[in-house]
C-alpha cells in the first residue's frame, strides 16, 4: 500500500527557511518521480516542483524558482523541499506526490505559514 507522509511544516517569518520531507512507503521509490504541490486557502493545487527517479532532472514553478530547491534520498525513500527566502504567499499546505501505474498518490499535506 502506498504511503506518503510529509514533515517539516510551521509557522516561519519572511524571509526564513524551512525543510520539508516526504517519506514514500509501499513501493519502489527511486524508480518513480516525485512531486511537491501546494495549496493556499481559497485556491487551487499548484505544482511547485518534482525531480526525476533518479534525481537528474528537476522542475519548478516560476514562483519558486531559485527559493526552493527539490532533492531525493533513494536510499531513504524520502524526497525533500528546502524552501528558502519564504514570502508570505508560500503559505500553504505542502503535498507530495506519486504517481504509479497511472494512479496519484498524495500525502495529507503539512502546513506552511509565512507571518511576522
Known amino acids: 500500500q502506498v504511503q506518503l507522509v510529509e514533515s517539516g511544516g510551521g509557522l516561519v517569518q519572511p524571509g526564513g527557511s524551512l525543510r520539508l520531507s516526504c517519506a514514500a512507503s509501499?513501493?519502489?521509490?527511486?524508480?518513480?518521480?516525485m512531486s511537491w504541490y501546494r495549496q493556499a486557502p481559497g485556491k487551487e493545487r499548484e505544482l511547485v516542483a518534482n525531480?526525476?527517479?533518479?534525481?537528474?532532472?528537476?522542475n519548478y514553478a516560476d514562483s519558486v524558482k531559485g527559493r526552493f530547491t527539490i532533492s531525493r534520498d533513494n536510499a531513504k525513500n524520502t524526497v525533500y523541499l528546502q524552501m528558502n527566502s519564504l514570502k508570505p504567499e508560500d503559505t500553504a499546505v505542502y503535498y507530495c506526490?506519486?504517481?504509479?501505474?497511472?494512479?496519484?498518490?498524495w500525502g495529507k499535506g503539512t502546513l506552511v505559514t509565512v507571518s511576522s
Open positions: 525531480i526525476t527517479s533518479g534525481g537528474g532532472t528537476t
Open positions: 506526490k506519486c504517481r504509479r501505474n497511472w494512479v496519484d498518490y
Open positions: 509501499g513501493f519502489t521509490f527511486s524508480m518513480h518521480t
